[in-house]
């Protein structure tokens, strides 16, 4: 099969369009062929070499997490799905070492929702590792309906996605410079992720993306009764499933800048490390 692989960590230079390995599914896994897959921050920082996969790199590498396409075939034991489903996925490449940049991918079963044929694959291809961080900060949070919330960049591609998303959990978005909020998701760190923290009002809650400003023992230990919380993503249906509802109802927009052909990966790296991104860079496969 044709995959967008690197042998280096480095710029984007280091991609290449090559023949890899047909892969096979495992039981409890889904092969998919992919028909579109999208770029996020954290496969530039892969890329780099910045985020090191968990287990020792192994090139050539596929990166990517994002996955829409139709189920080609299933592993042993497999359930749910059959030959020629519509799907999108998430595969937690860093940890899992499966990149979804080429023709097919192997994700397991928990890990893949059924789209609605109104859902384009490229609309859906943009959707789980935004929306289910998104949806999974909210859950952090654990607030009641009603309550108000801040999103420290409702302009990012995840902080546009917590925006859209708070009306449809019921809470109300406060505006990014809002005080004595009942929470608080930071997208951004450092600066702008105290600035966060301070807005809440006391007993309230609190919960960042960007684990590496909560430092234990430091701003983000609890305090004023606001316990801090790290998103991790999760990667399973239950966050996915409602991401895919929302599409089908058409109340959702996972905000696509520019669509692009797989072979063209290397320039949508550029220009997702460019400033001035405001959207999601999609990677069509069928072109």
Known sequence: MKAAVIESFGGVEVFRIAEQPHPEPKPGEVLIRVHASSVNPVDAGVRSGRILPYDPAQFPMILGWDAAGTVETLGPETEGFAPGD????????PGSLVGTHAEFTTLPASQ???IADAVSFITAAAMPLIGSTALAAYQALDLPPGARVLVNNPKGAVGAMAAAIAPLLGFELAASDAQDVDGAIDVRGGEHAHQAFAAVKDSGAYATIVPEWWKPGG???AARGITPVTVQNPANQQVLLPLSDWLAQGVL???IEEIMPLHRIAEAHR???APGRTGKFV???TC
């Open 86 to 93: 519509r799907v999108m996925g998430l595969s937690p490449q």
């Open 112 to 114: 893949i929702v059924k």
């Open 219 to 221: 701003v983000f230990t």
């Open 253 to 255: 927009d996972p905000g």
């Open 271 to 273: 220009r997702l490390e």
């Open 283 to 285: 990677l069509d496969h």
